[in-house]
């Protein structure tokens, strides 16, 4: 994780123990009422005083969802490929984590890695120092534990994973679902889909790609190489596998891994090249397998339900590298939220999903065997799963559904629904976001500075200023910020999607508007791990 930046406040640099701060604040009360004195708060003691005001604002149900979280090492089988990694546990993704809104999460946290880790929230307007990212949350050491509390304020779909370095390509991620219970049942199931790009264990590590990335020397983009496959019998879960299905209709088999097929779709090693979509290159690298659950395509889980039943996908891109197009053969998608957030229904036959973004989705299920297909965009390669209502049989792992090229959400298509426009800007305050950098030195930025130089965007609560993303590289970046949503603007100024997380392509300027409601240090970031870490990350502090 690059080093923290000097100027800002230094808000939760030392606050791994929030109650030893609170015993500090109250002894220096005190101190200064023994002696008679009054003085005013601190910046530091404002924005503490703020946060916790905030958090009392938030709707509390008088419910604790608790939870207990484990990220270790872990030999995980990917579906006859076995890859040694870090995991929440010995499962990949993680457990589901479930709430309902107002709902006070508890989740114990021990770290039994050889360095210091985090869970970030992504996507909830949590308290700051909860999120589970420096400055405002403390990492946690080695062998140490760490339990966040905070409660949940908006129902949707969102994640959760460390925030520290090269982890963020590893196997540390879990969903998180907020469930809304005025929400009108309009489905009759629920299906989350996790979209992966995989290398750790199984090919070159996190830490090798960023190496040579970073590497003066370096003249291509990075190519894993996929593994000799080992096998190991497949751990039961709640959902099936293909080769063993008792619907599949037949014999039951392991798979033994795939050979060395670089252009063949869906097979180990695709190749990076362009995409129309994400206006130019489509990544830095080609992964020797693209996952959905944690299985690769020979291998897929299935969905299992049937015909006639309306069934609400959860789709999660925890990806680092990879944005995914992503359709169901046979079927339309009627997408219903981005981020979390409810848009005008509006229907698809594939949508576009960067990395850390998520698409809730309504399909109405036919009948047989259909592949959920997730194209790694511009890469050559794919990753699915299989809905399966009747008798049928899968297609090749290879197979794309021509639904792939016909109506392809993305983005500036949404309109988040009435009941959560985040109304005007305020006029003449604009936050520029900067997106700057270079394949050829990997020195991404934002505002001219890398991370370790950074000089924060300042706001002040209660402030709705225009985010202006400005993206003057030849790559697209999707931007993270935490803590908050924020509102797409389109060309004419009319409201588009509400996001966390937005795909912001080669030389665009997006707009959007953002409510200061949610005081803290938060940072803002490209969610592609690898540009993250060299450097394309700001922050957001408030100031009083």
């Known amino acids: ?49 703020a946060i916790a005001a905030t958090e009392r604002a938030r709707p509390h149900s008088g419910r604790t969802v608790t939870a207990d979280l484990t ?22 993704p993680g457990p589901l984590i479930r709430a309902t809104v107002g709902d006070e999460l508890v989740v114990a946290v021990t770290n039994r890695l050889d360095h210091p880790t985090s869970v970030h929230w992504h996507g909830i307007a949590l308290r700051n120092d909860m999120d589970g990212a420096e400055p405002a949350t403390p990492n946690i050491p080695a062998g140490q534990s ?9 129902p949707g779909t969102y994640w959760a994973h460390p925030h520290t370095g090269m982890d963020g390509d590893k196997g540390l991620y879990l969903p998180v679902i907020v469930d809304d219970p005025n929400e009108p049942a309009d489905y009759d199931t629920e299906w989350i889909v996790i979209l992966d790009d995989w290398t750790d264990g199984v090919g070159k590590s996190p830490q090798q790609l960023f190496d040579e990335l970073t590497d003066p020397n ?6 894993t190489t996929p593994p000799t496959t ?4 497949t751990s039961p879960t709640t959902t099936t596998d293909e080769t063993t299905s008792p619907t599949n209709g037949a014999p039951s088999t392991t798979p033994t891994g795939m050979p060395d097929m670089p252009d063949m779709p869906g097979m180990p090693g695709g190749d990076v090249g362009t995409s129309k979509l994400l206006g130019g290159d489509a ?48 079927h339309s998608m009627t997408v219903t939220h981005t981020d979390g957030f409810p848009v005008v229904p509006t229907e698809v036959d594939a949508l576009l999903i960067g990395m850390a973004e998520r698409y809730d989705v309504i399909v109405t299920a036919a009948s047989g065997v259909f592949p959920l297909v997730a194209v790694a965009e511009g890469k050559n390669a794919l990753a699915r799963a299989l809905l399966k209502t009747g008798a049928g049989s899968a297609p090749d792992p290879g197979f794309k559904p021509a639904e792939l090229d016909k109506r392809v959400g993305t983005v500036e298509m949404f309109t988040a629904a009435a009941g959560v426009n985040l109304g005007i800007p305020e006029d003449s305050l604009d936050l520029p976001v900067v997106l700057g950098g270079t394949m050829a030195k990997y020195d991404w930025t934002i505002n001219g500075e890398p991370y370790s130089r950074t000089k924060p965007l300042h706001v002040r609560e209660g402030q709705r200023p225009t985010l202006t993303f400005d993206n003057t590289t030849m790559m697209y970046h999707p931007i993270h910020l935490h803590g908050h949503t924020f509102q797409i603007l389109n060309d ?27 005081p803290g240090t938060w940072v803002m970031h490209c969610h592609n791990t690898y540009h993250q870490d060299a450097g394309m990350m700001t922050r957001l502090d408030y100031t009083f």
């Open 230 to 233: 080992t096998t190991s019998p």
């Open 146 to 154: 760490f339990t966040y509390r905070f409660s949940v304020p908006n």
């Open 218 to 223: 370096k003249n291509t983009t990075t190519r």
């Open 492 to 518: 004419d100024g009319t409201p588009g999607a509400r996001k966390d997380t937005v795909i912001v392509l080669p030389k665009q300027k997006l707009r959007a508007v953002l409510i200061a409601d949610n």
């Open 71 to 92: 990220p270790q090492p872990a030999e995980i089988d990917l579906g006859g490929v076995i890859a040694h990694t870090l995991a929440f546990g010995n499962a990949v």
């Open 1 to 49: 994780m690059p080093v923290v930046p000097a100027g800002g406040y230094a808000f939760g640099a030392a606050q791994l123990s929030r109650r030893g701060f609170i015993g500090a604040s109250l002894a220096g009360g005190l101190a200064l009422a023994a002696c008679g004195k009054s003085a005013p708060p601190t910046p530091a003691e404002q924005l503490a005083n």
């Open 283 to 330: 990544g830095d690298i080609a992964y020797p397998y693209y996952l959905i659950n944690g299985r690769i395509p020979a291998a897929a889980t299935s969905f299992e339900t049937t015909p006639g039943q309306r069934i609400r996908l959860r789709i999660i891109n925890v990806g680092s590298d990879t944005a995914f197009r992503v359709a169901l053969a046979g």
